[in-house]
């Protein structure tokens, strides 16, 4: 199995801050990796496919960089909305899917 | 807009079996571009892939849950169901439907119902 593990697992940072949240694959999944948002009592959304290419609709200050088994996702600014929890997934195992556990993003 | 949306009990016995349905809407349940999975996500803790299933009923399961999961389709009636059974406490957890892209590039959980909370007790 392959197994994802996030980092921090929870984050506390300020309105305009740079975040980086960290992603490692358990071994080398390419650039089979996706990264969610799930809010407070809502269902995850996803933000970026593919490591870096971003969903429509999402604001360009998201990024994501990363190959093999380390991969990043930045917020440039942080804005009140995006306080969150993210999660990384693997689709390398593909028809087997696994998610990090997540990363809490709250503020300060 | 297509949209999913669970329906099932709220509350399952142990050892008994936990049903759910989930309805796709706005968009077709047998496009050959997708799959249909299940996730679930034990309140305050991270999510778990479930299953998933193809138009045709072809179906992948979490190892980990294979023995007691049954995931199948009605394109008919644009559903697909996930059945799963001995359930105890630890099966407790909000169970989300979910469209699988992988028309482009890695696969991806790009649709998602809001979720429905499954209890498990007596």
């Known amino acids: 199995d392959i197994q994802m593990t996030q980092s921090p697992s929870s984050l506390s940072a300020s309105v305009g801050d740079r975040v980086i949240i960290t992603c490692r694959a358990s071994q080398t999944i390419s650039t089979s990796l996706n990264w969610y948002q799930q809010k407070r009592g809502k269902a995850p959304k996803l933000l970026i496919h593919?490591?870096?290419s971003l969903q429509s609709g999402v604001p360009s200050r998201f990024s994501g960089s990363g190959s093999g088994t380390d991969f990043t996702l930045t917020i440039s600014s942080l804005q009140p909305e995006d306080f969150a929890t993210y999660y990384c997934q693997q689709s390398y195992s593909t028809p087997i899917y696994t998610f990090g556990q997540g990363t809490k993003l709250e503020i300060k | 807009q297509l949209q999913l949306q669970e329906s099932g009990p709220g509350l399952v016995k142990p050892s008994e079996t936990l049903s759910l349905t989930c309805t796709v809407s706005g968009g077709s349940i047998s496009s050959t571009s997708y799959y249909w999975g299940w996730i679930r996500q034990p309140l305050g803790k991270g999510l778990e892939w479930i299953g998933s299933?193809?138009?045709?009923?072809?179906?992948h399961y979490n190892p980990s849950l294979k023995s007691r999961v049954t995931i199948s389709v009605d394109t008919s009636k644009s559903q697909f169901s996930l059945k799963l059974s001995s359930v105890t406490a630890a099966d407790t957890a909000v169970y989300y439907c979910a469209r699988l892209d992988y028309s482009y590039g890695p696969t991806s959980f790009d649709y998602w119902g809001q979720g429905t909370l499954v209890t498990v007790s007596s």
């Open positions: 299933i193809y138009y045709s009923g072809s179906t």
């Open positions: 593919a490591v870096s």
